[in-house]
């Protein structure tokens, strides 16, 4: 049972209710989440920012988005970020862009993770399918 709740466009907060219809438009509908970021406007407008300036400035292809989320759904603390597999990264060849942006990544999918653990968000859409 969610703990805040899944606003419509009809019933958020006035100042997340141009949010909420961008997000509606480009999701098909409200997403759970989305309605419950909207519950406090400055979450959904901090959660837009990040998600537009990776749309602006990332070079990850659809694949590395998606394991990089998956990874980050696996992970139980922030010391994944950090060390050995930063330098394994490195060995691999990524270059101090990359990796400055997977922790964009990184950080807008624990965002989501922690505010869904929060507010117990009901999931409304297809679990995502683990890479193989």
Known sequence: MPRI???TVDDA???ARDGLKALQAKMGKVLNI???MAHAPVVL?????IQAAIAE???FDARVREAIALAVGAANDCAYCQSA???SARAAGWTEEELGELFTHVLVNMYTNFFNHYTHTELDVP????LG
Do not use: D, R, S
């Open 5 to 7: 709740p899944v606003h």
């Open 13 to 15: 907060p006035e100042a």
């Open 34 to 36: 989305h309605g419950e």
């Open 45 to 49: 407008a901090a959660y837009q920012g």
């Open 57 to 59: 400035h990332g070079t």
């Open 85 to 87: 597999h930063t330098l």
């Open 127 to 130: 679990a995502a399918p683990g």
